[in-house]
């Protein structure tokens, strides 16, 4: 008996493991290529042979949200930094290492249960996925694992009425499964992927309401995938989820253990994918040059499959006799490739090679205006999955959907799935969008009379829809719009005649459309989001229009900046021309310009989206300390955590950066460690270097000592005031200057002490006394004159010629001329905190803080801010939560004057700033109001 019952172990494990591979030999079959134009064989790639590594992160990046997804890469490019956690997507259920485990080698055993994964349409998680399951089934990771298994919605959406036991399903899916005993799923490493969750018509159900915990039980495909996601059904299974960002929240988030965001090719990760996917390397580093030298077109590379639409076009004009010219907006390079893809049916279906795009564009006309209908239509209803219903409605024969796929190949993609039922989508979402932009101009051509064109009907057109798109936060029309525009313009209508009857002269038009965008900026100003005005900005570049970005970089090159106000949509612009621009700036210092909180919270985010890591959207240092001789980062909330990714940048050949301000920010020992990597480095050329305020103790100078003393040091300049050197830092510093090998002319030192190593802005913390002399009569001082309250009475004051004798204001003794922080705290309605000069009137009504050119003043009441200077208002946003305390900043060299509010847990929230070129010392002051007292905390 115990030898038949180990024979028939033995029998059950020899047919399992055939099962396994036969699976295993299944997936590679499947999974082992990616085609490529026209579904055929000899055009089949092997994956292994063009696959990147996409950059993937543990997390998400902080601003990923429902928006348009291609809008997101314009205004925050991607590029790996020191606070993501890259994830290879083989490790995806692989837990991270545990703290300390480089030194103890421990890592953390238990596999991730469920992992749901982000990414924008196009940017690689099919492929990704395509990647994980070739490489487990070649032998090569995830060994572990018996089997896997990939279920797509948009197969399931097929059968989604249907009612299924997860067993059955699995052999619909993957017949070969049928001699496997639905027992043993228990008992093996199972990884199921449900791929694409954005294109679901299935209603997940995650309520308790029906038990499935058997592989057998029938039940609704909602209940049955919800009951594997939450752990009912097969508890020890693996589950990876794919998705857009927008469909993401259909999940709980209880459910998942794992989130994770694709971000797409890095800058070196796009370069690798043209060289692998170009054989002819001379080619492809043209191909790269172009890239790189068009950069709204390098940034949206970030996305794998624009790559390849890229790669496409650039290599077909490049093999031209005559030399064409190189598209540089999307428009164009999406013109050519639906040429380009044009070519390819005709050599398929017609064995034809038209060399004439007018010609090839004209015997398509028919079929490329009914798939720009169906582009058209679709969009309008959200949907990026067409049925053959779909297609009949725009006049498409189903039965010749294959030809009609071949005619732009890739362009529309026609798939068969589960009960070979056939469905169909556009490469991406970005096409559909261009052949629906194409559609609507068609329309237009096609059917306005020469007799209405005089009303203007074009930019009417133009109008219609960018005023749709501007009221569209979430982005949904915005490259439908730029599409539109881009197609409007007449060398575009000339590359694509043969399809349009006729091309217009949109001169006219076009220039009413770029005064009304211009127009649109200026007006909405601060209420315009940052979305809204890139898009903007970027509907005048699709049209050719680069006035205003030359107004801009002018404008930055001059002082105005310093003067002028800037809306909170200049701003948007300004970030973004910055990203763009080929043409470099000499110096970039943020403090100097004139901008709303909003203004400038857009700004900030250009420094940082191209420098470090000082919040979650962050990018590419190699850009701003690439193009500045000169630039600033002061005040920027930068911590020793970005300093890793600055030393990289400061070590790169090519930077042409001189000067470097890092001060007000709590970079500490630990990053000017990391910085002093980077001045070591032979290629950096730093002169240059403000660490003033930057929490740096006598360890910090250490190390700092050291890289003045390298061969490679050109530093000639180093600023470490407002520090903790202590006298070994001070004498370690100083002697390393007489180092043969030290550079250094200028060291400062001055304002330091062990008060300075206080994180933010109370290292500059100073003891204020109110001026008795200066206190209206009618001000009650107290509390060693700390506190003046208001009182009714007058108060037998002796005459003194620096006393305010027309309002309730008092100033401070002490004068402040280097960095000042202090803090006051007012009871009842509120009051006025003001600095001023000394020689300020005492009487008449110019005497009142923020009515005359010597003060600056913040009024703070019933809940109200203003800011006042020179009898000029501005009306500021109220913090959040209401607090009866305001921080003042005042840093008098640089000419800055800020003020906060401070929460009960002392959390500064930024109010308004001053900019100024302050002439002699400062004093503060502050103005009561009735039944009002005020204290210097």
């Known amino acids: ?50 696959y990147t590594q996409l950059y993937i992160i543990e997390g998400e990046r902080e601003g990923v949200n429902e928006e348009h997804e291609v809008l997101q890469m314009e205004k925050t490019p991607r590029t790996q930094h020191s606070q993501d956690t890259p994830i290879n997507c083989n490790d995806i259920f692989d837990p991270l290492p545990e703290p300390g485990y480089e030194k103890n080698n421990r890592m953390r055993k238990d596999k991730i249960k469920t992992v749901l994964t982000k990414g924008i349409a196009g940017i690689g998680k099919t492929v990704s996925v395509q990647k994980f399951i070739l490489d487990w089934a070649e032998g090569k990771s995830n060994q572990d694992v018996d089997f896997m298994f990939v279920l797509t919605f948009r197969e399931l959406n097929l ?24 027992k043993v799923y228990d008992l093996y490493k199972v990884v199921f992927v449900f791929d694409g969750l954005d294109e679901s018509k299935i209603k997940l159900e995650f309520s308790d309401a029906q038990k499935v915990s058997d592989v057998t039980e029938t039940s609704s495909l909602g209940v049955l995938m919800s009951k594997l996601i939450k752990g009912d059904l097969l508890p020890s299974a693996l589950i990876w989820i794919t998705s857009r ?69 650039l290599q077909s004009i490049m093999k031209q006799d005559h030399c064409a010219e190189v598209p540089k907006t999307l428009t164009e390079m999406y013109i050519h490739f639906l040429i380009i893809q044009t070519n390819v049916r005709n050599q398929k279906y017609d064995e034809k090679d038209e060399r004439d795009p007018r010609k090839l564009l004209q015997s398509n006309r028919g079929v490329i205006v009914k798939l720009s209908e169906l582009a058209f239509k679709q969009l309008m209803r959200g949907n990026i999955m067409f049925y053959d219903e779909d297609l009949r409605e725009c006049g498409i024969d189903v039965t010749e959907a294959s ?22 989508c556009f490469i991406h979402l970005s096409f559909q969008e261009f052949l629906a932009a194409f559609y609507v101009f068609y329309s237009y051509v096609s059917t306005t009379s020469d007799a209405l064109k005089v009303f203007d009907l074009l930019h009417n057109l133009h109008k219609g829809v960018l005023d749709k798109a501007l009221k569209n936060e979430n982005g949904r029309m915005d490259l439908f719009v730029r599409f539109l525009l881009g197609i409007s313009l007449e060398s575009n209508q000339r590359l694509l005649q043969g399809l349009l009857t006729h091309t217009e002269d949109s001169s006219e038009s076009i220039k009413e459309t770029i005064k009304y965008i211009k127009d649109k900026i200026k007006e909405w100003k601060n209420t315009l989001s940052a979305e809204r005005s890139i ?22 090159k001059s002082d105005e900046h310093s003067e002028k106000e800037l809306s909170a949509a200049h701003c948007s612009a300004i970030a973004y021309i910055l ?117 740096v103790t006598q360890e910090g100078c250490s190390h700092l000592a050291s890289a003045l003393s390298s061969n490679s040091s050109h530093l000639r300049e180093l600023d470490l005031s407002y520090n903790d050197p202590g006298d070994s830092g001070v004498k370690l510093l100083s002697e390393r200057r007489s180092h043969p090998n030290c550079k250094l002319e200028i060291l400062n030192l001055d304002h330091g002490g062990y008060f300075r190593i206080t994180p933010g802005l109370h290292k500059y913390t100073c003891n204020l006394t109110l001026d008795i002399n200066t206190a209206n009569n009618h001000l009650s001082l107290s509390e060693g004159e700390k506190k003046a309250t208001r009182v009714e009475e007058e108060l037998p004051y002796s005459d003194h010629p620096e006393r305010f004798d027309c309002f309730e204001q008092v100033l401070c003794r002490e004068s402040l001329s280097e960095r000042h922080y202090w803090e006051a705290e007012w009871s009842a309605r509120g009051a006025g905190l003001s600095v001023m000069y000394k020689g300020i009137q005492r009487t008449g009504s110019d005497c009142r803080f923020g009515l005359n050119e010597m003060s600056w003043s ?69 103005r009561l109001y009735p039944d009002s007292s005020v204290s210097l905390c």
């Open 1 to 50: 008996t115990g030898a038949l019952e180990k024979d028939s172990h033995q029998l059950v494990d020899d047919v399992l493991q055939r099962v396994k591979e036969k699976h295993k030999t299944s997936m590679k079959g499947k999974y082992e290529s990616l085609s490529e134009g026209i579904k055929l064989q000899e055009n089949q790639t092997l994956l292994n042979s063009i």
């Open 245 to 313: 960002p927008a469909a993401a929240s259909q999940i709980p988030s209880k459910y998942i253990n794992r989130l994770t965001e694709i971000q797409g090719f890095s800058d070196p990760q796009k370069e690798e994918y043209f060289r692998k996917r170009i054989s002819d390397q001379h080619q492809a580093s043209r191909v790269i040059s172009h890239i790189k030298a068009a950069r709204s077109l390098h940034i949206m590379c970030y996305i794998p499959v624009f790559c390849w639409i890229s790669a496409t076009v």
């Open 858 to 926: 913040l009024v703070c009441f019933d809940n109200k801010y203003s800011a006042w200077h020179s009898n000029k208002r501005t009306n500021l946003l109220a913090p959040s939560s209401s607090s009866n305390r305001v921080g003042v900043y005042l840093d008098w060299p640089a000419g800055k004057l800020s003020f906060y509010s401070v929460s009960d847990t002392h959390t500064l929230t930024h109010l308004h700033t001053y900019h100024a070129t302050f002439t002699e010392p400062l004093y503060a002051g502050i």
């Open 579 to 695: 990203q763009i621009s080929e043409e470099a700036l000499d110096e970039l210092d943020l403090k100097e310009y004139n901008t709303s909180e909003e203004g400038r919270r857009r700004l900030i985010p250009a420094v940082r989206n191209f420098t470090f890591c000082v919040v979650s959207a962050i990018n590419n240092v190699s850009f701003f300390l690439n193009v500045f001789l000169s630039f600033s980062l002061a005040d920027c909330n930068i911590t020793d955590q970005c300093c890793e990714t600055v030393a990289s940048a400061l070590q790169l050949s090519d930077s042409p950066l001189r000067e470097l301000d890092l001060s007000n920010n709590d970079l500490r020992d630990s990053g000017v460690k990391l910085l002093s990597t980077g001045l070591m480095s032979p290629n950096c050329q730093l002169q240059i270097l403000r660490l003033s305020g930057c929490m």
């Open 535 to 556: 898009n903007l900005f970027l509907c005048l570049l699709e049209m050719n229009d680069q006035t205003l970005q030359r107004e801009i970089l002018e404008f930055l």
């Open 403 to 424: 030809v009609y796929s071949g005619i732009c190949t890739e362009i529309f993609k026609e798939e068969y799935v589960i009960y070979r039922r056939k469905v169909y």
């Open 159 to 182: 059968i989604r009425d249907h009612q299924y036991s997860l067993h059955r399903l699995l052999l619909d899916f993957q017949p070969g499964l049928q001699d496997l005993d639905p």
